[in-house]
């Protein structure tokens, strides 16, 4: 009776307990983050690496993989095989960390095929986005997760709604999710293999507040060391960790932790010692421990500093109007726009703060929203009316999408990084016609100088000494 009794409960959604774990070992991270290392004995030897990330930090900037070149194609498997447009090529998630010069990244979103050398051209399995570009569309077999530029996770079973895309900044797929609004997903007597697992979740706050993404890496395929773990029991260690949602992403071969120590980045200069490296132990090829898998698409995180970038606190300096949830929604856009450009001097970069703060901008007045003034409710903003179209072409996005998007200070940040690359805007910079480049009147070239001169000497001050 008491074996039928516990099966009900199992068929109502009431799950096993996961073991506790015989050692838990805070670990060095980045500020904003806290990572520790998990040690179970039960139900079988694992490894797992836990990862929270602070949704409320505005110094936190995220990524995900690059597109892949236009051009490149994929071959698939078929009767005949055939070719297909690539959405990205093969990375290792330590050589995605050093080339995008972050201090976290973790594999994330299933590809196809699996491959030996990175550089190959491949298919992502649902949905890949970046900087609000669409590069591979979500698809009904696959589950996804977004992040809006004010740091909103969700996540979707099947297609998110057009304007969760609309809105996000970047997403990846993943094979389905394993914790639903706080229960565990019954797999109904599903095969239930043990693999390594990457998993991505939700933690809220007793209010039910978001307070941070949970990144998930465990070890498996290494018998007596960590051994994997099947959906089910991964979603019990979810509600362990207390994890409102819980999303399966690609397993396998392709569980990778990059991280970067700060604490030795601070007592040595050695790039050995200071730059990325892998915490976990793969087993990317031929379930090989230590190996690495050239994966499709991998997620990152680096820390905005005053030698990085322009962090919130003198965002907040130059235009000391903007609320916490505008510098949330502004400072890590306009620090991957700083990147992407190579913007790496004062001088750079208060240029592009000050085209950001012309009248609508998105650190600028707001421009009138009156059909008579301003037709179709498009900003006069400079950079606008001569890069919209190629950006929307370029993006794929229709012109209800566009407006959308550049209702948005984020969206604003990404046309005006398009329009300084396709204007060679740094070269007029260099030659001191920036204003003239920008077509702007005698009135707003003396205004953009003046911001500019209060950009520099903002970015050209020296950050306090610690102690």
């Given at each position: 009776?008491?074996?039928?009794?516990?099966?009900?409960?199992?068929?109502?959604?009431?799950?096993?307990?996961?073991?506790?774990?015989?050692?838990?070992?805070?670990?060095?991270?980045?500020?904003?983050?806290?990572?520790?290392?998990?040690?179970?004995?039960?139900?079988?030897?694992?490894?797992?690496?836990?990862?929270?990330?602070?949704?409320?930090?505005?110094?936190?900037?995220?990524?995900?993989?690059?597109?892949?070149?236009?051009?490149?194609?994929?071959?698939?498997?078929?009767?005949?095989?055939?070719?297909?447009?690539?959405?990205?090529?093969?990375?290792?998630?330590?050589d995605f960390a050093r080339t995008e010069k972050l201090d976290i990244a973790i594999n994330a979103s299933p590809f196809y095929p699996v491959v030996k050398f990175p550089g190959q051209?491949?298919?992502?399995?649902?949905?890949?986005?970046?900087?609000?570009?669409?590069?591979?569309?979500?698809?009904?077999?696959?589950?996804?997760?977004?992040?809006?530029?004010?740091?909103?996770?969700?996540?979707?079973?099947?297609?998110?709604?057009?304007?969760?895309?609309?809105?996000?900044?970047?997403?990846?797929?993943?094979?389905?999710?394993?914790?639903?609004?706080?229960?565990?997903?019954?797999?109904?007597?599903?095969?239930?293999?043990l693999h390594p697992r990457t998993a991505l979740g939700l933690e809220q706050n007793a209010a039910g507040e978001d307070k941070a993404m949970v990144w998930l890496v465990i070890d498996?395929?290494?018998?007596?060391?960590?051994?994997?773990?099947?959906?089910?029991?991964?979603?019990?260690?979810?509600?362990?960790?207390?994890?409102?949602?819980?999303?399966?992403?690609?397993?396998?071969?392709?569980?990778?932790?990059?991280?970067?120590?700060?604490?030795?980045?601070?007592?040595?200069?050695?790039?050995?010692?200071?730059?990325?490296?892998?915490?976990?132990?793969?087993?990317?090829?031929?379930?090989?421990?230590?190996?690495?898998?050239?994966?499709?698409?991998?997620?990152?995180?680096?820390?905005?500093?005053?030698?990085?970038?322009?962090?919130?606190?003198?965002?907040?300096?130059?235009?000391?109007?903007?609320?916490?949830?505008?510098?949330?929604?502004?400072?890590?856009?306009?620090?991957?726009?700083?990147?992407?450009?190579?913007?790496?001097?004062?001088?750079?970069?208060?240029?592009?703060?000050?085209?950001?703060?012309?009248?609508?901008?998105?650190?600028?007045?707001?421009?009138?929203?009156?059909?008579?003034?301003?037709?179709?409710?498009?900003?006069?903003?400079?950079?606008?009316?001569?890069?919209?179209?190629?950006?929307?072409?370029?993006?794929?996005?229709?012109?209800?999408?566009?407006?959308?998007?550049?209702?948005?200070?984020?969206?604003?940040?990404?046309?005006?990084?398009?329009w300084w690359q396709s204007s060679s805007a740094t070269q007029s910079l260099q030659q001191n016609k920036l204003p003239a480049l920008l077509n702007l009147s005698t009135e707003l070239?003396?205004?953009?100088?003046?911001?500019?001169?209060?950009?520099?000497?903002?970015?050209?001050?020296?950050?306090?000494?610690?102690?």
């Amino acid at each position: 009776m008491l074996c039928i009794f516990l099966a009900c409960l199992h068929s109502m959604g009431q799950q096993s307990v996961f073991p506790n774990p015989i050692k838990v070992e805070p670990l060095p991270s980045v500020q904003g983050t806290t990572l520790e290392f998990r040690l179970y004995e039960q139900p079988r030897p694992l490894k797992v690496w836990c990862l929270r990330v602070d949704l409320n930090d505005p110094d936190l900037a995220h990524t995900v993989s690059k597109p892949a070149p236009k051009g490149a194609k994929v071959k698939v498997a078929g009767n005949p095989p055939k070719e297909i447009p690539a959405e990205t090529l093969s990375q290792t998630t330590l050589d995605f960390a050093r080339t995008e010069k972050l201090d976290i990244a973790i594999n994330a979103s299933p590809f196809y095929p699996v491959v030996k050398f990175p550089g190959q051209p491949l298919d992502i399995n649902g949905l890949h986005l970046r900087d609000h570009q669409q590069v591979s569309p979500p698809l009904n077999g696959y589950a996804c997760w977004t992040l809006s530029p004010d740091h909103r996770l969700r996540f979707f079973q099947g297609r998110p709604p057009y304007v969760a895309l609309n809105r996000a900044l970047i997403g990846t797929g993943g094979f389905g999710m394993v914790i639903v609004d706080g229960r565990v997903v019954d797999r109904q007597g599903k095969e239930d293999p043990l693999h390594p697992r990457t998993a991505l979740g939700l933690e809220q706050n007793a209010a039910g507040e978001d307070k941070a993404m949970v990144w998930l890496v465990i070890d498996g395929r290494q018998p007596k060391v960590s051994e994997g773990v099947g959906l089910v029991e991964l979603g019990n260690l979810g509600q362990q960790l207390g994890l409102k949602q819980l999303l399966n992403l690609d397993g396998g071969g392709s569980s990778t932790l990059v991280v970067v120590d700060p604490s030795s980045k601070e007592e040595s200069k050695e790039p050995a010692k200071t730059g990325p490296h892998v915490k976990n132990t793969p087993v990317g090829l031929g379930n090989i421990p230590g190996t690495l898998r050239p994966n499709g698409n991998n997620w990152g995180l680096w820390r905005i500093t005053t030698q990085s970038g322009i962090t919130s606190q003198q965002l907040k300096q130059f235009s000391q109007s903007l609320t916490v949830g505008q510098l949330l929604r502004l400072t890590g856009p306009l620090n991957n726009a700083l990147r992407h450009l190579q913007l790496q001097d004062p001088d750079s970069r208060s240029a592009f703060l000050a085209l950001l703060a012309l009248p609508g901008g998105p650190l600028g007045e707001k421009n009138s929203q009156d059909k008579s003034e301003n037709p179709g409710g498009i900003s006069s903003w400079p950079p606008i009316a001569t890069t919209q179209p190629a950006l929307a072409a370029e993006l794929g996005y229709s012109p209800r999408e566009m407006t959308a998007l550049l209702a948005e200070p984020d969206g604003k940040i990404l046309l005006a990084r398009w329009w300084w690359q396709s204007s060679s805007a740094t070269q007029s910079l260099q030659q001191n016609k920036l204003p003239a480049l920008l077509n702007l009147s005698t009135e707003l070239a003396d205004q953009f100088r003046l911001n500019q001169k209060k950009a520099r000497e903002i970015l050209s001050q020296k950050p306090a000494s610690r102690g």
